[in-house]
């Protein structure tokens, strides 16, 4: 998959407090208040919709105010902060409508990626598949057994299971595409894992999908990939109105 925009690659605002210019600013510590910034907001210690006032997380983030600017205006091309000219920054809020987006664009392109990577994957790609999903299915069972100290985990499996079965698509605008759409279905994920308002087997859903897919059925397996993603979107229904933005 491809990796997060790079600091270099993005406009950066002046910085009137007297920091470095741009240019000069350590690329480490951008980098490293952006993975951080991200972090929180993904886990929602940021909460949706929350004023990101600079002033207040340069001293919380270790870093000067230009810096972390420069790793907020990443995270506006990650579609995670929203930047209102002379308002500042926002965490973007979460909405059913805004999940019912990603979710309908994610079964669009990961479905056409899956069915590319079953017309052109190897044996090594299906090994990959296949070793991605051992690992998730034990991360599984620890999630079963603990899940507010187990989501972290399962959630690196279940991304890394996902994009072994697209890993054999040959487009890498539609896997740069997925990785953005994954990482902002994580927020709406989170909101589920512990709650969990509808009943569901994930592994058996998993397990469904590698069938299909190393038994080469691309109807199949898109069809169940798509079931799949959109038993997410079933479940956030169910969640009290409360926790989104709408």
């Given at each position: 998959?491809?990796?997060s ?8 605002p002046p910085t009137p407090?007297g920091?470095a210019a741009?240019?000069?600013l350590?690329?480490?510590l951008?980098s490293?208040?952006?993975l951080h910034l ?8 940021l ?11 340069k ?7 230009g ?5 907020l205006a990443?995270l506006?091309?990650?579609?995670l ?13 979460i909405?059913?409508?805004?999940f019912?987006?990603?979710?309908q664009?994610r079964?669009?392109l990961e479905?056409e ?9 190897d ?5 990959r ?6 690992r998730?299915d ?6 079963a ?6 989501f ?6 279940n ?5 072994a079965l697209i890993?054999?698509?040959r487009?890498?605008?539609v896997q ?5 759409l ?8 989170r909101?589920?894992?512990?709650r969990?308002p509808?009943?569901?087997d ?14 080469r059925?691309?109807d ?9 993603i959109g038993?997410?979107?079933?479940a956030?229904?169910q969640?009290p109105?409360?926790?989104?933005n709408?």
């Amino acid at each position: 998959m491809f990796d997060s925009p790079t600091a270099s690659s993005m406009p950066v605002p002046p910085t009137p407090d007297g920091e470095a210019a741009p240019d000069a600013l350590p690329k480490t510590l951008v980098s490293g208040a952006y993975l951080h910034l991200r972090r929180d907001i993904i886990e929602g210690r940021l909460a949706p919709g929350a004023k990101l006032r600079v002033e207040h997380l340069k001293d919380s983030y270790g870093v000067g105010a230009g810096t972390l600017r420069e790793a907020l205006a990443l995270l506006v091309s990650d579609a995670l902060v929203v930047a209102q000219g002379q308002r500042g920054f926002h965490v973007k809020p979460i909405s059913m409508a805004d999940f019912h987006d990603i979710t309908q664009t994610r079964i669009l392109l990961e479905c056409e990626a899956l069915k590319q990577s079953i017309q052109s994957g190897d044996d090594i790609w299906e090994s990959r598949v296949v070793a991605a999903f051992h690992r998730l299915d034990r991360a599984q069972k620890r999630l079963a057994a603990n899940p507010s100290e187990r989501f972290d985990e399962w959630e690196d499996r279940n991304r890394e299971y996902h994009q072994a079965l697209i890993s054999a698509c040959r487009s890498a605008w539609v896997q740069h595409f997925l990785a953005i759409l994954n990482q902002q279905a994580e927020r709406y994920r989170r909101l589920v894992i512990t709650r969990k308002p509808i009943p569901r087997d994930l592994h058996a859903e998993h397990q469904a999908i590698l069938d299909a897919t190393l038994d080469r059925n691309s109807d199949a397996a898109c069809k169940l990939l798509a079931e799949h993603i959109g038993m997410t979107y079933e479940a956030v229904k169910q969640l009290p109105a409360t926790l989104f933005n709408d």
